[in-house]
């Protein structure tokens, strides 16, 4: 696990070393990151404070960045059961289990790849240069014994073990639902049975309040990108976002168009009633599940109560303890100590 946060913060990964895994997925955000669409190779600062550097020719990320917290248990039902190994992963599913999703950050061009590199090339320089360092060859010996070198295998299970570590489940929801009737005041218990009663518990079900499926919602789209994104297959579905910790993890949706949780409410308000948000879907095309919510404006702030319980504050914010590291452009300039 400690292996896994080393590679976490460690700009070696991307093509120009300027970028880290933590950069999109800070502590300080709940593991997420604090603006619409994240700025990945090629920028400087952090959350909203994150720029590009001058004379850039980067896009922006193509969708907002997901929290790391409780991706141990993406895909779990409502019985507890789930295969890690075929865990959902990404905005549009594609990719299955922590490992397969660790690799493509590092391949895309505009999170961690860059220019300086092709998508075939890029893992292999990464390897390489983890390689080089002698500290990181006796630690991975350490771990993974039956290896002669790094390899990209095991960087992905290294990256994969430290992010399956990243878990809150200490939230007040949580305490009530342990037996805790304290836990939540009255109007935040009304808040849950509104949230209920309106069709949201259809899709936001289970221990991680996701069922883990592609709905068709007609968000708007982010007038930072040049083209309209279509989501899965073209179908402008996007997998259910957890709730979980959902202070920490703002703005909202697929493409971070919302900036408050009363703006995705008013959202969902419409969508009864009246035309999709986005003009590539209209009423037909809309997930049965999303048409069939009913949110009423009068509900709304007492649902969002609700919603504020499921946030636990109480999540692994260490950074890498056997090295030095300077933040303070959010570029991880990470080295052994002596």
Request: glycine share 8%; with cysteine.
């Amino acid at each position: 696990m400690e292996l896994g946060r080393l590679l976490f913060y460690d700009p070696v990964l991307s093509g120009g070393k300027d970028v880290a895994c933590a950069t999109c997925h800070h502590p300080d955000f709940g593991y997420a990151e604090s603006i619409d669409l994240s700025i990945g190779v090629n920028g400087k600062g952090l959350g909203e404070k994150r720029r590009f550097n001058q004379g850039n020719n980067i896009p922006f990320t193509k969708r907002n960045s997901q929290s790391l917290l409780n991706t141990a248990f993406n895909g779990i039902g409502p019985d507890g059961q789930y295969t890690p190994e075929e865990a959902p992963m990404f905005w549009d599913l594609r990719a299955k289990g922590l490992e397969e999703q660790a690799a493509m950050p590092m391949k895309t061009l505009e999170e961690m790849r860059g220019h300086g590199f092709g998508e075939e090339l890029i893992t292999d320089e990464v390897v390489k240069r983890v390689n080089s360092i002698a500290g990181y060859q006796r630690l991975f010996k350490k771990v993974f014994p039956e290896s002669n070198a790094v390899t990209l295998t095991d960087i992905t299970k290294a990256l994969a073990a430290f992010q399956r570590s990243l878990t809150a489940s200490g939230s007040r929801f949580d305490q009530f639902m342990r037996g805790d009737r304290s836990a939540l005041s009255d109007r935040e218990q009304e808040g849950m049975r509104l949230f209920i009663q309106s069709g949201c518990a259809r899709c936001h079900s289970g221990p991680m309040l996701s069922d883990f499926k592609s709905h068709v919602l007609g968000a708007p789209d982010n007038e930072k990108l040049p083209v309209s994104d279509s989501g899965i297959l073209g179908t402008y579905g996007f997998r259910t976002p957890t709730l979980r910790n959902l202070k920490f993890t703002r703005p909202y949706m697929h493409n971070g168009k919302f900036q408050t949780l009363n703006d995705v409410l008013f959202f969902y308000e419409d969508m009864h009633g009246k035309p999709p948000r986005n003009r590539n879907v209209d009423r037909t095309r809309l997930d049965p599940l999303a048409a069939a919510v009913r949110v009423e404006f009068k509900d709304i702030n007492t649902i969002v109560e609700f919603l504020n319980t499921l946030n636990d504050p109480d999540y692994d914010k260490r950074y890498p303890r056997p090295f030095r590291a300077d933040y303070r452009l959010g570029i991880y300039q990470l080295k052994f100590k002596p």
